[in-house]
């Protein structure tokens, strides 16, 4: 058995702990996160079952059709066009899908795709303080992303890909609609003979998400003047002023190295930081086993597993006599999953499962399916 050179035990220890390390530098003595502050949350609910069950640190190694979600530069390196539908069991009854396909051209050297996810739910009954058993009206609610990505290779190690979006989000009788870019970049190269991916992102990066609406406009009496009797007059006809929210935008750095890199076996460790603008810094890392060729057949599996650190998971609750439970503050962020993938030549299917624990609200399950010719 011949030990790791030197450069590639740096890079184990990158991945196991510099990043990371990161994450945990000295707080500031005064908090002024802004948490809580952004709109459209449904962005940061990812794509397909294997980038969640790696924990979202994805943007590295991602070269199928969900690196439209997590790295735009991602699909310029695709083999061959591809595309993946999934869906997420999300809590409370509501449910989250994404779709994209991405088809290479110019003899790979460039890439583009289409993309798109909703997350919702419908027919809720309305309850008023004067009607608590309902007033026997129902509302919905419906957020949509739909995305256009162009990537390039501009060498035989570096690409780059950027997405335009358009974000809508319908509550009930109330809607908005915001548009965003997201950039990355993907440096590829080896180390011994082992493939390394680094990668930086940044998502979500656009206008604020406002609102309009019958939801928001009244019929109301104008005010009285002070010291004058109330004078009878006609409704007069006004509309609630909102709020712009932000949307979600985050900046990312992935690292990814293959630990084992065989013709038909490969373990893969993974490492990312990254740093929203509604949230403290946070990271993730993780590792995925994948066998392709099993007995010379064209099935293949793969087991992935990861954890993710997000500051406003571990904040301290308001009331000091809470009794919150601290394993499912220290479990929230772990995620696990697994597929199999059956190629027989240019053409591949695979199914994708991933489990994720979102601490007091529990697990989570999201289903994929991958396609490539």
Known sequence: MRLQSVPTLAVVAALAGGVPALAVAQAPTQDNTPYGTTAAEFLLFGAGARGTALGGAFSAMTTDATALYYNPAGIALMPRAGATISTYDYVAETRYSWGGI??????????????????GFSDQPVYTPEQPDGTGSVYSVNQTMAGLTFAQNFSDRFSAGITGKGIFDNLG????????????????????????????TVTNLGTNLSYSGNALEIDAP??????????????QPGQFRTKDFPLPTTFRVGLAYDLVSGENNRLTVISDFNQPNNNSAGFSAG??????????????????????????????????????????????????????NYAPGNFNIGFDYAWKYLGTLGGTNFFSVNLGW
């Not at 991405?102 to 997350?119: M, Q």
């Not at 993710?308 to 503050?329: I, Q, R």
């Open 287 to 340: 590792g995925e086993w994948m066998s392709q060729r099993l007995g010379g057949s064209p099935f293949g599996f793969a087991l992935r597993g990861s954890y993710s650190y997000a500051a406003a998971n571990n904040l301290e609750p308001l009331d000091p006599e809470s009794t919150a439970l601290k394993d499912e503050e220290n479990l929230q962020g772990l995620a696990l999953g697994g597929g199999i």
């Open 102 to 119: 991405a088809f290479p051209f110019s003899g790979g050297t460039r890439a583009i795709g289409i993309s798109a996810g909703t997350f």
């Open 222 to 235: 104008r005010d009285s003047i002070p010291g004058e009797d109330p004078v009878p007059q006609n409704p």
């Open 173 to 200: 009788e109330a809607s908005g609609a915001a548009f965003a870019l997201d950039f990355g970049t993907n440096f590829h190269a080896n180390i011994n003979g082992h493939p390394i991916r680094f990668a930086f």
